[in-house]
């Protein structure tokens, strides 16, 4: 029986990222894990496949090792769910955790909505259909996106200041950019299209401390 108490513990829920598969493969591995994890694979999968009008096998993409990017990334949101739903079925049926008694679910980008189902907004089978059905259109938006880190190392950098010059540079009608996520106080990701992050990043010492940095990320994103 599970004693601890867990009305001051947070359960995190990731989001879409170059690399997917993570730890999964050894989960998959564990006798005692493998029965759950393999049927949420497969009902993911399933459902997957009414979006990409092909068969998806997930489950066979872990058992190889094989992860999934942004060329299949229907596929990756849909393992990452999988993964997740199946992550909490194994702490309750599994280890005995009570996990609907944690003080708060969060996440990032599809982690997002993977803690409103959690906390009961909605079915996490009906959820997943959203971000499935929009996949297509998310890939090519993906096409000349570009992700920057915003972050200081001193003081904060103030959140009204950001949106401003983003603003300021989607209003020269060459692209749009805008505030993906805020991490912390001081860090913050940046998505833009075409050349608006590193116009942003010319330009931010105008209006943002002098500490402030911006690294721009080599790889492509889905907005």
């Known amino acids: 029986m599970w004693t601890s108490n867990l009305t001051t513990t947070a359960l995190a829920f990731r989001g879409y990222n170059t690399t997917n598969l993570g730890r999964t493969k050894e989960l998959l591995?564990?006798?005692?894990?493998r029965?759950?994890?393999?049927?949420?694979?497969?009902?993911?999968?399933?459902?997957c496949s009414a979006y990409t009008a092909s068969q998806v096998d997930l489950l066979g993409c872990v058992e190889t090792g094989r992860d999934l990017g942004l060329d299949r990334y229907a596929e990756a949101?849909?393992?990452?769910?999988?993964?997740?739903?199946?992550?909490?079925?194994?702490?309750?049926e599994v280890h005995a955790v009570p996990t609907t008694q944690t003080q708060l679910a969060c996440g990032y980008s599809l982690g997002e909505l993977s803690a409103l189902s959690f906390g009961g907004t909605f079915p996490v089978d009906a959820m997943i259909r959203v971000p499935l059905a929009l996949a297509a259109d998310s890939v090519a938006l993906a096409q000349d996106i570009t992700m920057g880190v915003l972050f200081s190392r001193g003081p904060?950098?103030?959140?009204?200041?950001?949106?401003?010059?983003?603003?300021?540079?989607?209003?020269q009608d060459q692209g749009t950019i805008g505030i993906s996520a805020i991490l912390s106080p001081n860090t913050y990701l940046l998505i833009g299209q075409q050349q608006t992050v590193r116009r942003f990043k010319q330009v931010m010492h105008d209006v943002l401390p002098q500490k402030a940095h911006l690294r721009i990320n080599s790889n492509r994103w889905p907005p």
């Open 29 to 33: 591995a564990c006798p005692a894990y």
């Open 35 to 47: 029965p759950i994890l393999a049927e949420e694979l497969r009902q993911f999968g399933e459902i």
């Open 77 to 92: 949101i849909s393992l990452i769910v999988a993964v997740e739903v199946a992550q909490m079925r194994l702490l309750r």
């Open 156 to 171: 904060t950098i103030g959140e009204a200041d950001i949106e401003r010059l983003c603003l300021q540079i989607t209003n």
